[in-house]
């Protein structure tokens, strides 16, 4: 089976490889690329059965409704909350998205970090460039044996996890749901209250949802020992920004965190003024692991959903 | 028991916390400080039953042989190449060492210095200071999945090789003995010649011996994988600089070395010329943990033989 018109809204030719246009080119008798907001999206959706939408693009109700003939939408990305899936579940339209393609990218990065920080790389490398090869001055400190605390063991909190059990740390999580096969292997479970004051080390992995907005509240980001270090990989939305910039202020914990596309830019203002918050540019999900992962699951969910049997289908 | 007189020799005062010191001096009725090469190291050492020795200083026979009281020779460090163990070993005199206090953090620094690299985090740190926040231009990459080949597997061999596990690689190791422990949790064994050239990442954890000098000949360094990364945290001597260059010069390898005190001024200069040759200076030892390991060691060593039950006597 084919489709007899693929729209794709929003994907730029170079967000995948040639070859990943070519199977998909393969699954439809047309296609038509369209850039997010183009004024052709209505005309070009009335005969298509099938859409691929970008990152950001917005789907609702009025698109989803344009076509008669449209049997799926494909997200090439994991959060589909742009795309009005429960909408399209009530005329039978498959809504699939791309989860944990870079959980192991986002997990490792994690991990060079938080060693970047503690062993001074940054710094060492400039003093080797300028000719200095003392080994003075470097406060520098170990993973293993610290308190390592994961909150959110889905597929990127478990796979820091494991990480953290190999470089020896006492690693403990606190999710919504007890992880057994984990806990099986050494990864205690916490409450979330009781473990925030034991960390060394407490890397954020919660999707963002409601619940887990403002997770480190002003409460306990009071709670965070003295000398830890947060990482944050995940949303932003999780962490109330006053109440890091007061402890901050206080210089008493380091902050790291890959800065995300939504991060209002003067709050990246407001962190970027202290030495113990260091910003990196959103690169957790960059590897080329990890894109050749996200092509793969995106095509596979067309290809699996022509034979039948859909994958990753959100709705 | 107690010792008469300990002469501590190239050991400076801030070598050791002052709580080491006072336990140092509770074991002796007296102790004498002398820097390395002082000219009162004769005369200091005539009544002397104890010598403590810090890095680089040589106790020769000549130096042995001036006192008829020495019982013991503490190393403050791990080689011990600088003292004839071998003679005071004729006289009945303890020669001790401090093995394996930086296995951790050596072990770590390697996978702080490959994701250092691989996720081009000073580049990020730089971007992001100035305000650039493009996730573009990153040529990222995973450790999962990966061969990793770890040459040596003694203290820190075996700790690269555990946490290069939990990072989800494919661990691989030659090593004069087989370790059959790690065997077991799938770290597999492999001729070294058959190993390198299969490696992504080749990590080396020989000590020094004239059997591990220029392990990487040029015929080694010649079949090292195209797009590899190479980490010495070991001696240089380990490594035919010649054959390194000629490597570097193709450009198609990543070289990262922590640089160690007696690695010559000229192959330094040589190496630094080159962008794929990420020179650190020597912290791989360097972290508060492996400075107290030491000195505990250090100092049980000397309260061990005074308690008759030697610990890590090399002779």
Chains 1, 2 share one sequence.
């Not at 794709?8 to 070859?19: F, Q, R």
């Not at 209505?42 to 917005?58: M, P, T, W, Y």
């Not at 949303?235 to 007061?246: F, G, H, R």
Request: include cysteine; charged fraction near 30%; aromatic fraction near 8%.
């Amino acid at each position: 089976m084919k489709f007899k018109k693929i729209v794709t809204i929003g994907i730029s030719e170079s967000s995948l490889d040639a070859n990943y246009w070519k199977t998909i080119d393969s699954l439809a008798e047309k296609r038509i690329s369209l850039p997010k907001d183009s004024p052709e999206v209505k005309k070009q959706l009335e005969d298509a059965d099938c859409i691929l939408a970008g990152f950001g693009v917005k789907i609702d109700k009025n698109i989803i409704d344009i076509s008669h003939e449209l049997k799926f939408i494909g997200m090439l990305g994991t959060g589909y909350g742009n795309i009005d899936a429960d909408h399209a579940r009530t005329k039978n339209i498959a809504v699939t998205n791309v989860p944990g393609y870079a959980a192991e990218a986002v997990a490792e990065l994690v991990f060079g970090m938080i060693l970047e920080n503690i062993r001074e790389l940054e710094k060492a490398k400039k003093k080797a460039r300028e000719g200095n090869y003392s080994d003075s001055g470097y406060k520098s400190s170990e993973i293993r044996g610290k308190v390592f605390g994961i909150f959110g063991l889905g597929r990127i909190g478990s796979r820091a996890a494991e990480i953290a059990s190999g470089f020896g740390a006492d690693v403990r999580y606190w999710s919504r749901n007890r992880k057994k096969e984990l806990e099986a292997k050494g990864i205690t479970y916490e409450d979330a209250d009781a473990l925030i004051p034991k960390c060394d080390f407490l890397s954020l992995h919660f999707s963002q949802t409601k619940d887990t907005e403002n997770f480190l509240n002003e409460k306990r980001m009071q709670k965070i020992k003295n000398g830890a270090i947060v990482i944050n990989t995940a949303p932003m939305e999780l962490v109330n920004i006053d109440a890091l910039e007061k402890r901050l202020k206080e210089d008493n914990v380091t902050f790291i965190l890959d800065h995300s596309d939504e991060m209002k830019e003067d709050d990246l203002k407001r962190l970027s003024k202290y030495k113990n918050c260091i910003i990196y540019p959103p690169i957790g999900y960059i590897t080329k692991e990890a894109r050749i992962a996200k092509q793969d699951i995106f095509v596979k969910n067309i290809e699996n959903f022509l034979k039948g049997s859909p994958t990753n289908r959100v709705n």
